[in-house]
């Protein structure tokens, strides 16, 4: 057992309210410089529709993700190092920026300049890339509020199958968002596409990032992430992504789209697991068994073999202690309630979602039940939303999954209705989903009022290991011309420290021998 610490991230989707404040942050903090336009980080897209690029769960398509040959041997569905030589000048799996959108922008002086007229001066769009007028056709999060859905809904990869039963759904205007970063995976397909070795994952805590120096621009890394969540710079001819706020995280603060959303749906902690098993893991033949198999590779940071383990491994105390009151390992281990998205890429993501909870006492009133808000079980099967669809996105299809974890969800809400509105005590509720009334009740804590240090529970970088991991080559995947910041989140020998980021002035600053003065 090698047992490594991976920074994870989960989402409630019941409490997301799509108003983009986390995409605008993100944006504004990460990628608002030439050459990235079209460039988002942070995301929030309309369930179901075609989502961000277009169809971007198409990997019979985009090719993205792993597969596993006759043999059972886990390989990149891209192909591998002979089918890259051949493709290396033009590669058929690449999302053009069509599949993304043409950035555009407006002359906003026009509208102050103008002169006094009977009539309201108004404002074209522009190209941000040729500066030329035109005619808008699509952007980031077109789809919006059910935006195009006669035209676009059945084009949604996840409803395979299911286009009618949709179809009927929306005459009853039902739908949800989902917020994506990258996921920061176990076993990242971007990190094994990329010719030159300037993908990398952090051995400290799983951050995926991207070595500036080394990137050579042959863009694999894009096509072969099955979330395309890799982006390249048309100006610096450099591939970017999501970098999970890592100079936030090392000073032990969450990322700038947690810090700022709105409906408080994100939780961030450490998970232990075992890196031997990665591979294992990741090679399960039964696409249904990856969630199963990958939560059999967390470990419980309660276990004192598992401490002992981290010890040995070189796991701070701290750390080992965040891990313990980890809210994405309450969640995801404890509960059970959040899920991966899609587990059948097989790169076993560390980003993971609550599903959301329907409304369902309007299926109950329809079908001849009474409208109790409390009987809720019979209608699960009979959501607005289908639990099939949302068994493609979070589950591999195992709808049963999904529909254990809406039934969990359904029994905290009538089980704290019935103590806190009708002052009742509901013995049964806990025990039809197979759990505690205690459990239930942090639960409900967690997931519906829980404070700022319960959410986010992340442990500082160590400044004794600061100076080694600055030593190594490539540690820093934005040392660049023109790149949103440098690394000065990790104290160096030399006192100058990143001003973007103003907490770190704080930091003690580490001698060449590595202990702190």
């Known amino acids: 057992m090698r047992v490594r610490a991976q920074v994870g991230m989960v989402m409630n989707l019941d409490k997301c309210i799509g108003c983009h404040t986390c995409s605008v942050t993100c944006k504004q903090v990460w990628t608002n410089r030439p050459g990235t336009e079209y460039v988002w980080f942070n995301n929030v897209e309309t369930k179901p529709g075609l989502g961000y690029p277009r169809r971007w769960e198409d990997n019979s ?23 890259k030589l051949l493709t290396i000048f033009w590669n058929p799996s690449l999302p053009s920026l069509d ?92 990190v094994a596409s990329c010719p030159s070795g300037a993908m990398y994952k952090r051995e400290e805590d799983g951050i995926v990032l991207v070595d500036q120096e080394k990137c050579r621009g042959w863009r694999f890394c894009v096509s072969g992430c099955p979330y395309k969540k890799v982006y390249f710079n048309h100006r610096t001819g450099k591939a970017e992504k999501c970098t999970l706020c890592y100079p936030r995280i090392e000073a032990g603060l969450p990322t700038i789209c947690s810090e700022t959303c709105v409906g408080r749906i994100r939780y961030l902690g450490l998970v232990l697991y075992d890196a031997d098993r990665v591979l294992e893991t990741a090679s399960v033949r039964d696409e249904r068994q990856l969630l199963q198999a990958q939560r059999e590779i967390f470990l419980d940071p309660a276990d004192p073999g598992v401490q002992a383990a981290a010890a040995r491994d070189g796991i701070p105390d701290d750390w080992l202690e965040c891990a313990r009151r980890s809210p994405v ?178 930091l003690p600053v580490v001698d060449p021998e590595g202990t702190a003065p």
Request: hydrophobic share 40%; aromatic share 10%; with cysteine.
């Open 61 to 83: 398509k985009w090719r993205g993700g792993w597969e596993l040959d006759r043999r059972g041997h886990l390989r990149l569905r891209a192909g591998g190092q002979l089918t």
């Open 329 to 506: 390992y309450a969640l995801a281990m404890r509960y059970r309630v959040a899920l991966p998205l899609h587990p059948e890429y097989r790169t076993l993501p560390m980003v993971w979602y609550v599903p959301p909870l329907s409304p369902i006492v309007n299926t109950l009133e329809a079908d001849g039940y009474e409208a109790d808000p409390d009987a809720v079980f019979p209608a699960i099967e009979k959501m607005r939303i289908p639990v099939r669809y949302l068994a493609n996105l979070l589950a591999a299809g195992d709808v049963d999954v999904v529909a254990g974890v809406l039934r969990k969800l359904a029994a905290m809400r009538a089980y704290m209705r019935k103590r806190q509105v009708l002052h009742l005590s509901d013995a049964e509720a806990p025990q039809r989903v197979g759990m505690e009334a205690e459990e239930l009740e942090d639960m409900f804590r967690l997931l519906a009022i829980a404070k700022y240090e319960d959410r986010y529970v992340i442990p500082k970088a160590h400044t004794e290991l600061a100076q080694r991991l600055a030593e190594l080559p490539g540690t820093c995947g934005l040392d660049f011309e023109g790149g949103p910041g440098n690394c000065g989140a990790l104290p160096r020998p030399a006192p100058a420290i990143n001003e973007r980021f103003m907490m770190l002035r704080q």
């Open 99 to 190: 599949d993304y959108y043409e950035p555009w922008t407006y002359d906003y002086e026009n509208l102050v300049t103008a002169p006094l007229s009977e009539r309201d001066p108004v404002v074209r769009p522009h190209s941000q890339l040729t500066g030329r007028e035109m005619e808008l056709r699509r952007g980031p999060n077109w789809d919006d509020m059910l935006a195009g859905t006669p035209e676009t809904a059945a084009e949604d990869p996840d409803l395979e199958g299911l286009q009618e039963h949709v179809k009927f759904a929306y005459e009853q205007a039902f739908l949800f968002y989902l917020p994506r970063i990258c996921e920061h995976c176990l076993n990242p397909s971007c």
